[in-house]
């Protein structure tokens, strides 16, 4: 968050910015809102994410009734600072209708949205669960299925069964994230190694 709050284009849209909100784990675009001086002052200060409502004509912090909060990950500026991006993590669905985002249709990232269920099943770990099935088994189970799933997607590949190799895939990435998990490691880690190594 390296912007000064008094450099912003305030004067643009009578002191209010569009801000942007995206999830900072999946990217999806959760919704856009406004702000003026002091709901980023306030969103900086809690870091609960709060908006200048127009129509109520005062700040407003999401989730301040519905506890569906969005806390906040980090806050960029576009190139005529004017426009806000707040990246986020949402505490429950974000559109009122109790929908993820209030665009349904906004695409997302499938393997960090699947890496946070599988966070979530981590905690929660409700019976009847393939996933909890999978943490109650242990770490040397979970490695063993991720060395059975790379081996079944490597013969797939051989055999040239572009169908059986997508599946094998899907559930090689599923085993791995769940490992990942289960030490404690998440799929952005195992990313960010990817990230450092690239030239």
């Not at 981590?122 to 991720?146: C, D, H, N």
Request: hydrophobic share 45%; glycine share 8%.
């Amino acid at each position: 968050m390296n912007f000064e709050i008094d450099a912003l284009a305030w004067d643009k849209q009578d002191g209010l910015l569009p801000a942007i909100v995206q999830d900072a784990a999946t990217r999806r675009v959760l919704m856009l809102g406004y702000m003026n001086r002091e709901a980023l002052t306030a969103t900086l200060g809690s870091g609960k994410v709060t908006f200048f409502s127009r129509s109520k004509q005062r700040l407003w912090m999401k989730g301040e009734s519905s506890g569906d909060v969005l806390e906040l990950a980090g806050i960029e500026t576009d190139c005529d600072a004017d426009t806000l991006l707040v990246q986020a993590h949402p505490r429950g669905p974000t559109c009122h209708l109790k929908r993820v985002s209030c665009f349904p249709a906004a695409p997302s990232d499938e393997l960090a949205e699947l890496d946070a269920l599988i966070a979530q099943r981590e905690r929660e770990r409700p019976a009847g669960s393939y996933t909890t099935k999978l943490f109650e088994s242990g770490i040397r189970r979970m490695a063993q299925k991720v060395g059975e799933e790379g081996v079944e997607t490597a013969l797939a590949a051989v055999a040239q069964d572009e169908d059986a190799l997508l599946g094998e895939a899907a559930d090689l990435l599923y085993h791995l994230i769940v490992l990942l998990r289960a030490r404690g490691l998440s799929l952005a880690d195992a990313l960010r190694v990817l990230e450092a190594r690239r030239g």
